[in-house]
């Protein structure tokens, strides 16, 4: 069995699914990159019981995806596609990860979703960032509390309080995101239709990152929730 992965990183982006995280935060994960900070992302479940693709197809396309990002890493945690809820064993594999990867930053789902699995992570990840940090919880390797955990939208929109300005790492981010061929537009495709696989999905998705965009002054924006308040040293610093 090979050792298991221990590199620490600055930002832990944690999805439910292969293609979560291209398409919710990429373009922030690649902005944060740029100014130096290590990426790695996390997929809890391999997406094996999608409508489109299988595991091995998806597998594929997920490392394809990683190689266009060059982020550090990305690992699977296998907690079961259809099945993701917040329960002990499934914390303990989280607490790990969270552990031996040590992040400042995490960032994952909001809890209110259409998906049952993107709650389930958003509870998940939200609880395991706690526990993460007590000496005293039945897990490997040494306590560690990252500082922030920030939530992204994914069916549904929720008042997010976080705007990143992703323009120009817009197409790059998109890249990675078509690079998860099974899951979209495909006229030879026998697989069923899903809300991603429909042929107008990348106009909607444009659309709504434009919109975002638009609130910030900017052509292309990932929004984010923080739910606790910030402290701010110099407010100066709310005004650059
Ligand atoms: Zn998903």
């Not at 940090?133 to 955990?149: M, T, V």
């Amino acid at each position: 069995m090979s050792e298991p992965n221990t590199q620490k990183v600055d930002v832990l982006a944690i999805g439910a699914h292969p293609d979560d995280v291209e398409l919710s935060c990429a373009g922030t994960l690649l902005r944060m990159q740029a100014q130096g900070a290590k990426i790695g992302m996390v997929d809890m479940t391999r997406g094996e019981r999608g409508s489109r693709g299988n595991a091995e197809i998806r597998a594929a396309e997920a490392q394809a995806a990683l190689q266009i990002l060059g982020f550090e890493f990305r690992e699977v945690l296998d907690l079961g596609d259809l099945q993701i809820q917040d329960t002990h064993e499934r914390r303990v594999k989280v607490v790990e990860c969270i552990r031996r990867h040590k992040p400042t930053l995490v960032l994952t789902h909001w809890g209110y979703d259409k998906h049952p699995d993107h709650e389930g992570t958003s509870e998940l990840v939200k609880h395991s960032m706690f526990v993460a940090g007590a000496a005293n919880f039945p897990a490997k390797y040494e306590p560690h509390n990252p500082k922030r955990l920030l939530y992204w939208p994914s069916s549904w929109m929720m008042d997010c309080n976080v705007y990143v300005d992703v323009t120009d790492y817009w197409e790059h981010k998109l890249r990675a995101a078509r690079a998860h061929k099974s899951q979209f537009f495909d006229p030879n495709s026998s697989d069923p239709t899903t809300i991603l696989s429909q042929p107008a999905f990348f106009e909607r998705h444009e659309r709504r990152a434009r919109y975002f965009g638009d609130q910030i002054g900017v052509k292309y924006a990932e929004v984010f929730y923080l739910r606790e308040p910030v402290k701010v040293d110099n407010p100066l610093t709310l005004c650059p």
